[in-house]
Nanobody, 123 residues
Framework: QVQLVESGGGLVQAGDSLRLSCATS???????VGWFRQAPGKEREPIAT????????KYGDSVKGRFTISRDNAKNTVNLQMEDLKPEDTAVYYC?????????????????WGQGTQVTVSA
């Protein structure tokens, strides 16, 4: 079973930046990876995905222009650079692997979730 580990979360002020990382001991260069978040009392939502080769990315409307997903297959790492953070970005952030090559931009098409890392943005 593949296990993912997220890191890089923390408490920041509105307008600040954070860089989250998703790492695994397994080679995941052959699968797409996604970043998701879940705020208290809300459904988990997709925010950014990247194809297995890094050529294609997709972002949720709420983070377009502010967040950037990238991957380094040699290091088995996927990152999420977050800029101009807002209080509404406060959530637990998770990474996960695509179930299939044709995965859609939705939670149900991803699996092997990490434990999550907390991001809190104060006003």
């Amino acid at each position: 079973q593949v296990q993912l580990v997220e890191s890089g979360g923390g408490l920041v002020q509105a307008g600040d930046s954070l860089r989250l990382s998703c790492a695994t001991s397994e080679t995941f260069n052959n699968v797409g990876v996604g970043w998701f978040r879940q705020a208290p009392g809300k459904e988990r939502e997709p925010i950014a995905t990247i194809s297995r080769d890094g050529k294609f990315t997709k972002y949720g409307d709420s983070v377009k222009g502010r967040f950037t997903i990238s991957r380094d297959n040699a290091k088995n790492t996927v990152n999420l650079q977050m800029e101009d953070l807002k209080p509404e970005d406060t959530a637990v952030y998770y990474c996960a692997l695509a179930k299939a090559p044709w995965s859609r931009f939705r939670v149900d098409d991803f699996a092997s979730w990490g434990q999550g890392t907390q991001v809190t943005v104060s006003a």
